[in-house]
Structure formats: C-alpha cells, structure tokens
C-alpha cells in the first residue's frame, strides 16, 4: 500500500501580498527587487534590505539584457533566465516580452533541447509536477500538493520523444516549463494558471540510465496497459482537480500521440501540440506561399519527408483546408504524398497503418528523389528528425520543375534540420521559398538578403488555447486549428511575403496570438462546442483573462 500525499495547498506561507521583509524581497509572485517604492520599502519592512536607489522595471531589463548578452553560450543564456523566472516572474516576463526574438530560442528550440539534455546536471530548483509510475493509485493527491487551485492549462509530457532528441525521460521537463513560458508571454495566460507536468514512465535512453546524476526514476520504460494506466489515471485526476483546465499534449512518441488524442479528444477539453499545433503552423505557412507565389493552395501538390505526428498531423490537416476551399475529397488526397524511412506510401505497401493507407499513391515505389520525380511537388516538407534528407540533389530535383520551390526543413533542433536555410538558397540558386522548424540566420546569396521563415508550433497553440479557455469550449477541434492557420497566414503582410516572409514576425506575437484566440473562440461557438457569445464578448473575455507583466 503506498503512503499517503500530505497535501500542501493550504499552508499558511501562501498568500503572497502579507509577506514582509526579507520573506517578500524573496518571493518570486511578489518582488520588485531594487523597484521597490520608497512607500512600499516603509510598508512591507525592506528599509535596509535594499540598496537605495529606487530603479524602474526598465532599468531591471536593461541590466537582465546586459547580463545575458555577456553569457558564453546559449546554455548559460538558459540558466540565467530560469534564475530570473525563479527569482522574479514579472522581470521575467516583462524581459522575454520585450526582447521575444532574442529570448524566444533560448527558452525555447533551440536551446531548450540541450537544456533537456543536460537538465540533471544544470537542475537548481524543481518546476512542475512529477508523476511517475511509483504514483500509480495516487496521483490525486500528488495533484492535491500542486498549491494553485486555478489551473487554466497543463502541458504534458512523457519524455519520450523530445523534440528530434529522442527519449530523454524526465528531463523532457524543460519542454513544458519553456511551451508554458511561451502561452504567457505569447497569449497572456496567468503564470500561476500554468501547469508543466511531466509523466515518467522510465526512460530507455541508456546514457541518462548510465548517469548517477539523473533525476527520474532509473529504470527502463514501461509500455502497454501499465503505461496507459499511469497517463490514463493523469487524465482523470487533472480533469477532476482542475475542471477547466487545458491539456496540451506535448512530444510523446508518435503512435501514443495519436492514439491519446483519438482517445481523449471528445472526453476532455485537450490537444496534441506536435500534432494538430504544427499542421496548423505549416498550414499557415504553406498557404503564406501559395500568397506568395500567387497561386491557390488547391492548385498545389505537396509531398512530406517524414510520415510521423508532424506530418501526418499536417497532411490531415491540409486535406480539410483544400477541401474547405472546394476540392472533393478524392481530389485534395490526390495532391497530398508522403515517403517514410522506407519510401513513398505507395498502394503496394502492405506496413501501413490506416492513417497512412489513406495518403497511399499508386506511383512506383522509391526513396524521397524518386518520389520529387513522379509526383513532381511544388512544396516539399520535411519532418523527419534526420538531418541531410534534404541533399542538394533533393533540393535541386524541386528547383529544376519549380521557378520557386516551396521547401521547409521541419525538424527540431537546428543540428536535425533536413537541410540549412543557406543550402535551401544555394541549392535552388536562391529561389526556394523556405521556412524551419528551428530559426536560422539571414542569409545572402547573389546578393540579396534571403530571411528564412521560422515555421514555430508558438504561432498557434497560444492563441489557440487562450480562444478555447475565452469560449469555454468543451472541445478543441480540427476547425479551431484551420481557423487558427488561416487566420496566422494573413497576418503576413504583403511587403513580407515579397521578402520571402512566410510567418509575422516575432515582435507581433502577442497581437497575432489575441487575433488568433478571437477567431478560435468564435469557431468553438460557430461549431455550438461553446455557449453563444457575440465576438465583442468574446474579445473582452480574452482582454480580461490576458496578464501583463507590470509592477
Ligand atoms: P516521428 O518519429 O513520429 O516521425 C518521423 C518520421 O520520419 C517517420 O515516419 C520516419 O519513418 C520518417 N523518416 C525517418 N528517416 C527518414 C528519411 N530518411 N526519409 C523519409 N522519412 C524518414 O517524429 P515527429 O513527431 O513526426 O517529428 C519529426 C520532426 O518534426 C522532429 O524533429 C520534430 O522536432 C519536428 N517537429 C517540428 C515542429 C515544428 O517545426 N513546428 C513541430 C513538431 C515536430
């Protein structure tokens, strides 16, 4: 029998505005640091405990940026800014608003993959809520311990499949902390109405098994009913302690991934981000190309590397948008290919899961050149995980039947990136119209500054969770992410797209998140998985839900 949870939700330490002294310059939820007024300094007993001089929150970025900028690596970038979250939230906050392009990659891909990597050994403070297969039969009352009683949206993972990292157990932790980041700073979700949970149901990564100093639990990983048990049991405490929650499912290997969603997603109020949340980025993104090449999408005909969740997810997802615009159903299939690790999903497979067979194509079978050669894309994109699928023979097989070849290079982190920006440019002699999963640097080729578009899952599921909490929806459904997309795609403003722009940028994320949560609320009221609200309503729910970080 295991031992009871003694539950610590009401200790007495937890409301922050009676803290004084030293106990208030200390606690994250609270502190302004050296921001402090003079008044306050009186009234909350920090006379003293402070230098004198009474700076302003912009002073404290300022000195946050001088700092950061001064770090050596990304990784150290990382730990500095986790320090920060830990000591101050709304400094934390305020930075990484302010400053999202040069923050974003590094509390989230790029850098937080080798943040997962190196988490038991870079690890100061725990953030999150740990279940692991020794809670079986309790995880309601570890969920009882976490101290807010408002959780609006939960980020899960099981560690499993980190970015194109592979397994790394419980240190995929990082992922939720740093997506969570992202919904506040990006959508406006109150940081105390986050919840990063990781499931651990072991890991099989043999290096963090081999590592004394990894932090979960040190034993293979369990599969079949016990696993289903565990996530099975995580479902059903979290909908019961937090009833309004959101649950983001978050880089779980590819089959469970679809197979929780089937499961799930008309029991509980959830969705799949590597799944539907990247179909419905690189849907904006290739419909953000077809502006640009002023050609309709349904006009198109798009082969995927990769036949895992993120493509599967997007192929999916593509075929509802060319049938919103008009194609039956034969017909929008008939433009969409894809190739795994061993070729075109061809109707001579006999390996292949229903959710493939149905893309199947009666071509001959061969590897991804052979593919571009008998079913001659116009877009080309890559989920793979593997790094060089996209060779210069890949790259120049689109350019030699496509004045501008649509190519995106989707896997995460940067070193699994099916090719580099600069080889999408060189290759097609800078006519590829690219985007990636990971950022990558201008690039100038005969001359011309070529920006690669960052095809980032952050564009979406911000928005699209802060219209689903705004509605109240019971559901997310595939025709939120389609609105999502679509309405993310017209954010590019002509004058980008020329620039090879397929994505705003960064610095208009939160307007493009509070655009893309208004049309997601109306969709869940549209599709009656809302009650009826008019869009006026809808949008001042979500101007009174959005936190901003001041003092
Ligand atoms: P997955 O493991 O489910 O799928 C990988 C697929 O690639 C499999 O179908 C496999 O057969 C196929 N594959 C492997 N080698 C291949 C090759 N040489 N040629 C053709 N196909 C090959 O993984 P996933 O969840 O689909 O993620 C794949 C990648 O997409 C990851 O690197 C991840 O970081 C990235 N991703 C990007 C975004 C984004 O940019 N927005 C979002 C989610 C995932």
Known sequence: MKAAVTPISDSPSSNPDELRGLARLQDARVTKGTAFTEEERDRHGLRGLLPPRVMTMQHQVDRIMENLRAKPSPLEKYILLVALQNRNERLFFRTLIDNIDEIMPLVYTPTVGEACLRYAHIFREPRGLFVSL?????????????????????????????????????????????????YTACAGVHPHKCLP???DAGTNNEALLADPLYLGLPRKRVTGPGYDALVDEFMQAA????????????????????????????????FNDDIQGTAAVT??????????????????????AGAGSAALGTAGLTLKALMARGLPEHEARARIALTDVDGLLTTRRSDLAPERKVFAKDLPDGGLLESIRHFRPHMLIGATGVPGVFSQAVVQAMAEHNARPVIFALSNPTSRSECTAEQAYSWSDGRALFASGSPFAPVEIN????????????????????GALAACASHVSEHMFLRAAEVLADQVYPIELEAGALYPPLRRIRRVCRDIAIAVAQQAVDDALAEPRTRTELEARIDSMTYAPHY
Do not use: H
């Open 447 to 466: 001359g011309v500054m070529r920006r690669p578009a960052q095809g980032n899952n952050v564009y979406i599921f911000p928005g699209v969770g802060m």
């Open 239 to 270: 909908a019961q302690r937090f009833p309004d929650a959101l649950i983001q499912f978050e880089d779980f290997e590819s089959s469970n991934a679809f197979r929780f969603l089937k499961q799930y997603r008309d029991r509980y109020r959830c």
């Open 134 to 182: 020794d809670d079986l039969g309790r995880v309601d009352q570890l969920l009882r311990n976490w101290p807010e009683d408002d959780v609006a949206v939960i980020v899960v993972t099981d560690g499993q499949r980190i970015l194109g990292l592979g397994d790394l157990g419980a240190n995929g932790m990082g992922i939720p902390v740093g997506k969570l980041a992202l």
């Open 283 to 304: 849907l904006a993104g290739l419909l953000g190309a077809a502006r640009a090449l002023e050609t309709p999408l349904e006009e198109m005909r798009i082969l995927f």
């Open 197 to 199: 949970v990781v499931i």
